[in-house]
């Protein structure tokens, strides 16, 4: 962690002139990601400067993994579902545009990875725009369907904010509970990192759906413990936000909430399943708009994908992106078996979903394993084919040499394949 900390403070100076500033960019919370969720990570910060200046800091780690079962070197974002979003911290501007293509230039030239993993980016993003420059030299590249992040405008109008949501039946619903319970409900915000109510909001989380499916953030200490760090960081930096909402004294809902240059962000959301009567999720949403309308914050991104309740106070998405980049030999193989190779095997086995979104695992790396691994590949196709579809196989062989062949840097890789598709025959005639 020395190396964040060494560069904190510039760090926490260029967000606050950047480009497009979020929280999840900060150094404070990057820290606290890398320090609970991969610790001992190989840290890596990229830097950009212009006269002794920071313009740009791009954080990533270093792992050793596979994309397309392709043992390689990889370099990522240092962030997971827990996290929001990612970009690097970019100064706005033509310095900050100069930026862009000096950091690109420096990964290009490193010789230290062969697939970059850039996660959870916004659309048109500094990380969107590495990947432009990387297209424009010839890099291979490749985007998973990309996810919607819902935004819900804040008008400061008050009677435009008493149209909200936008759902009629909803809208309908919570004014009837706010005015039967008067005098029973109490919204009230933290702005500190108290512990016991913040012990009390990861306690009802886990009460409900999130406990049972085991994805609460308190099944996890690690989990957990990224977030006692964060909500200490934000409080220490005046951005911290628990939102309580209580029915005669009893929580019913809660936000862990970020809010930040003019925007308030949810993380992690929870409510009382046994209150269902009075919709307490969207309740609190209610009260949460009112005060950030007061507080001047002009932006609610309810942090997450779109689904259906969330959709009901907006009709405004951000795009999320998933990007890869391939470098190198290894990086083209990769490219090719889990872009190229994947969907055409998937059309030709049975019970087999055709699917661009190509997993990449973290795991540790054979000596052996670059030679094996197109074997291990075809083997595993092999068990997939069922009694009596023994030409699946030889047909989706076939048609994985001619989407594998222009993306080789060397016959080599190709005559691999070639190999080890005959092994997986025999493996198909016993």
């Known amino acids: 962690m020395e190396i964040i900390d060494e560069l904190a403070d510039e760090w926490r100076d260029l967000c606050d002139v950047s480009a497009d500033d979020h929280p999840f960019y900060r150094?404070?919370?990057?820290?606290?990601?890398?320090?609970?969720?991969?610790?001992?990570?190989?840290?890596?910060?990229?830097?950009?400067?212009?006269?002794?200046?920071?313009?740009?800091?791009?954080?990533?780690?270093?792992?050793?993994?596979?994309?397309?079962?392709?043992?390689?070197?990889?370099?990522?974002?240092?962030?997971?579902?827990?996290?929001?979003?990612?970009?690097?911290?970019?100064?706005?501007?033509?310095?900050?545009?100069?930026?862009?293509?000096?950091?690109?230039?420096?990964?290009?030239?490193?010789?230290?990875?062969?697939?970059?993993?850039?996660?959870?980016?916004?659309?048109?993003?500094?990380?969107?725009?590495?990947?432009?420059?990387?297209?424009?030299?010839?890099?291979?590249?490749?985007?998973?369907p990309e996810t919607w992040n819902p935004v819900v405008p804040i008008p400061a109008d008050p009677e435009l904010l008493q149209k909200m949501p936008l759902n009629a039946r909803l809208r309908t619903k919570l004014r009837q509970v706010k005015r039967e319970q008067q005098g029973s409900l109490n919204f009230y915000r933290i702005a500190t990192a108290d512990r016991d109510a913040i012990d009390r909001f990861f306690d009802l989380e886990a009460s409900g759906w999130k406990g049972r499916n085991n994805t609460a953030v308190n099944c996890g200490p690690s989990t957990r413990q990224f977030f006692n760090e964060l909500a200490e960081s934000a409080a220490r930096f005046g951005y911290f936000s628990l939102y309580m909402l209580e029915l005669k004294g009893q929580l019913i809902a809660a936000h862990f909430a970020l809010t930040y240059h003019g925007r308030c962000y949810s993380p992690v959301v929870a409510h009382n399943e046994n209150f269902r009567q009075f919709a307490p999720g969207h309740l609190i949403v209610s009260e949460l708009l009112e005060d950030c309308a007061a507080r001047g914050i002009h932006t609610y991104d309810i942090t997450g994908k779109d689904q259906e309740w969330k959709m009901k106070w907006t009709n405004d998405r951000l795009s999320i992106r998933y990007h890869f980049l391939f470098r190198g030999p290894l990086g083209q193989l990769a490219y090719a078996m889990g872009v190229r190779v994947g969907p055409t095997v998937a059309r030709w086995l049975p019970g087999r979903k055709a699917t661009h979104q190509s997993p990449v695992t973290s795991l540790p790396l054979d000596q052996g394993a670059q030679e094996s691994d197109a074997g291990a590949l075809m083997e595993s196709l092999a068990g997939d084919v069922r009694p009596g579809k023994e030409h699946s196989l030889v047909g989706c062989y076939e048609d994985a040499v001619d989407a594998l062949r222009p993306f080789c840097e060397c016959t080599a890789d190709v005559f691999l394949l070639r190999k080890n598709g005959g092994r997986a025959r025999a493996l198909l005639a016993r």
């Open 27 to 144: 150094p404070e919370f990057i820290r606290a990601h890398i320090r609970n969720m991969i610790p001992g990570a190989k840290v890596v910060l990229v830097t950009a400067r212009l006269d002794h200046r920071l313009q740009l800091v791009l954080p990533l780690v270093e792992e050793l993994g596979r994309y397309g079962k392709v043992p390689l070197r990889k370099l990522r974002a240092p962030v997971d579902l827990n996290c929001g979003r990612f970009d690097a911290a970019r100064r706005s501007g033509p310095e900050g545009d100069a930026a862009i293509r000096a950091t690109w230039n420096y990964l290009k030239d490193n010789g230290g990875w062969d697939v970059l993993q850039l996660l959870d980016t916004p659309e048109g993003s500094t990380c969107c725009r590495l990947v432009e420059e990387a297209r424009r030299d010839g890099f291979l590249t490749f985007q998973l």
